[in-house]
């Protein structure tokens, strides 16, 4: 999950990185909207994992009040 993120950001910034150096504005552009999109993608999961966790330690409070 990590790792896939890190790589991802790293091709994103050499694709933004590549269009400054060689002038290509769209290469540069596309660098940036995946950035964003990219980022944007990382807070759903990383929403979606809290939930999931939070879920699950309601149902083990759950259980622990019912075994009471």
Do not use: P
Not at 9 to 21: F, H, T
Not at 26 to 50: N, P
């Amino acid at each position: 999950h990590t790792a896939y993120r890190r790589q991802r950001q790293m091709c994103i910034r050499d694709r933004e990185l590549e269009g400054k150096l060689t002038g290509d504005k769209v290469r540069e552009a596309e660098g940036k909207a995946q950035g964003v999109v990219g980022k944007a993608k990382d807070a759903v999961a990383d929403v979606k994992d809290g939930v999931k966790e939070a879920v699950k330690d309601y149902k083990e409070d759950s259980k622990k009040e019912i075994d009471k």
